[in-house]
């Protein structure tokens, strides 16, 4: 039982790695494998990315492959950065924060609703297998704030902790996460479809 874990991105990778652990699977990663092209990353929804990218690495490695397309949608900006959050404004986070923070002062809008969205695909060969999503709802936080966590967890506030995600622990994260929530789901449907494993 062999699950690739199909992503560049290595802290999405420990925290999947996190969730699924105790799982009777072995889960491999890219760097496991040969240099593999990255896709575009072409669509413009999350599942679209997720579902590009899953077969993409399926077909280029032959392993049961996960893959999954994130991002934060902020209420204020339209929904943006949304599926272009690994590129948006600028090359540093700092950038992106200040970019955001000026729009939303601009419009008076901190502290405006925005959540973080997992869209996970898991493929076999040129078949998909299974998919889900899984979200976050919270707040653009004041100001940025903790060291935790990735991207733009300094910037959100979830209100039942009255923290952002990067003042957690992975597990507190994980916990409440998008990608926590399409993991869990993943993690379920592993265990009751054992049929899946079946060449
Ligand atoms: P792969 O495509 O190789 O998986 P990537 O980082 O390019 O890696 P995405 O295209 O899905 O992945 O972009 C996801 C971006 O969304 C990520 O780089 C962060 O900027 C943001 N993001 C997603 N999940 C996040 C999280 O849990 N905390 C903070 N930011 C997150």
């Known amino acids: 039982m062999q699950l690739l874990v199909a992503t560049t991105n290595a802290h999405k990778l420990s925290e999947i790695r996190s969730i699924l652990t105790g799982l009777d699977v072995n ?5 496991d494998f040969p240099p593999v092209i990255v896709p575009d990353e072409t669509g413009d929804t999350f599942v679209a990315n ?5 077969l993409h690495y399926a077909a280029a490695t032959g392993q049961l492959t996960l893959a999954e397309d994130s ?16 590129r948006f404004n600028g090359d540093s986070y700092s950038e992106r924060f200040k970019a955001i923070y000026t729009r939303l ?41 903790g060291a935790a966590g990735f991207g733009y967890d300094p910037i959100f506030h979830y209100p039942p902790y009255g923290k952002t995600l990067a003042e957690v ?7 409440v996460s998008h990608r926590g929530k399409a993991v869990r789901a993943l993690r379920n449907y592993l ?9």
């Not at 889960?27 to 760097?31: A, G, K, P, R, T």
């Not at 949608?73 to 339209?78: A, H, M, S």
């Not at 969205?117 to 898991?122: D, E, I, P, Q």
Request: net charge negative.
């Open 27 to 31: 889960l491999v990663s890219l760097s």
């Open 50 to 54: 997720a579902r590009e990218k899953a």
């Open 71 to 86: 991002g934060l949608e902020i209420d204020g900006l339209n929904g943006e950065p949304g599926v272009h959050s690994a």
């Open 105 to 145: 002062a601009n419009a008076e809008r901190l502290r405006c609703r925005a959540r973080f969205v997992c869209a996970l695909v898991v493929v076999r060969g040129s078949n998909i297998l299974f998919e889900t999503r899984g979200t976050v709802e919270g707040q653009v936080a004041n100001e940025p704030s």
């Open 169 to 175: 622990s992975r597990e507190e994260k994980t916990a």
């Open 191 to 199: 265990a009751t479809n054992t049929a899946l494993w079946e060449t």
